[in-house]
């Protein structure tokens, strides 16, 4: 489960320093610049802040009815780990708000304490989906292992990537500029691949723990119902930071057309 808001905040900051470099240094002025990167991303921004309030209002309200099973997020994710032979997946509990994660490298499932420890529907829908992600990774669940794979090559484009644009934005009138612009693009990119790849990722989750809530027995149909909202509102914040990557690429791509017919 995470937040929006502060990546997208951080992308819009990031991209509006490096439009100020290119924009102040080649005549178009900075009102031009940034008026139209806040064109392409405020609107991907005001998504990711709607999902981020959207999950936050939906986990409030379930968090504070109790399920018909009386059972704990950790028992929930417990039933489903032993369910499918993950008897040796341990389960911690974590401070902070909705920083319940799977942890593939430690084998562990880690709850925040208002998950670990409560009797309500959002706790077990929470639960329940980080106990898919477990699942998912013994399964060897394709999608998981892509996005498995692709962590460091991610971490590395998003992090070069807004360099090299920067740089290229500095010599944009040259070939050399034009060219680092189309490298780091390119990097940059790797970060909306990952979103793409995450998003079926934590579909896939969610739909395995209604699964399992819905079959078990020890559910009611209002439990189902109230983790179903719970789990689609988490999920809008992952459509929310696809739409954020994808907007910026977009962003960045009619700059680097405009730099290459100028240096035409």
């Given amino acids: 489960m995470t937040g929006?808001?502060?990546?997208?905040?951080?992308?819009?900051m990031a991209g509006s320093g490096i439009m100020s470099l290119y924009y102040g240094g080649y005549g178009y002025g900075y009102g031009y610049g940034y008026l139209s990167y806040l064109i392409y991303m405020l609107p991907?921004?005001?998504?990711?802040?709607w999902a981020q309030a959207k999950v936050k209002s939906t986990f409030k309200k379930y968090n504070r009815i109790g399920n018909s099973g009386h059972i704990t997020g950790a028992q929930a994710a417990r039933m489903i780990l032993d369910q499918n032979g993950l008897s040796y997946i341990r389960i911690e509990r974590i401070n902070g708000d909705l920083t319940d994660h799977y942890d593939p490298k430690d084998g562990v499932i880690r709850l925040s304490t208002a998950v670990h420890d409560s009797t309500s529907i959002g706790a077990v829908g929470?639960?329940?989906?980080?106990?898919?992600h477990a699942v998912q990774d013994a399964e060897e669940y394709a999608p998981i292992r892509i996005r498995n794979a692709i962590v460091p090559v991610c971490n590395f484009?998003?992090?070069?990537g807004p360099i090299l644009i920067m740089i290229g934005c500095i010599f944009a009138?040259?070939?050399?500029?034009?060219?680092?612009?189309f490298f780091g693009i390119l990097l940059f990119s790797l970060v909306a691949v990952f979103q793409l790849?995450?998003?079926p990722v934590e579909l896939n989750a969610s739909k395995r723990a209604l699964q399992v809530i819905g079959d078990s027995g020890r559910f009611g149909e209002e439990d189902y119902k109230g983790a179903k909202k719970v789990l689609t509102a988490a999920a809008m914040t992952y459509v929310a930071a696809l739409v954020t990557s994808v907007m910026q690429v977009l962003y960045y791509v009619t700059r680097y057309l405009g730099v290459g017919r100028r240096d035409d």
């Fill in 4 to 12: 929006v808001m502060a990546q997208g905040m951080v992308q819009l």
């Fill in 44 to 49: 991907a921004l005001l998504l990711g802040l």
């Fill in 126 to 132: 929470v639960a329940a989906h980080e106990a898919g």
């Fill in 157 to 160: 484009g998003s992090s070069v």
């Fill in 173 to 181: 009138g040259s070939r050399l500029g034009v060219n680092l612009m």
């Fill in 197 to 199: 790849v995450t998003l």
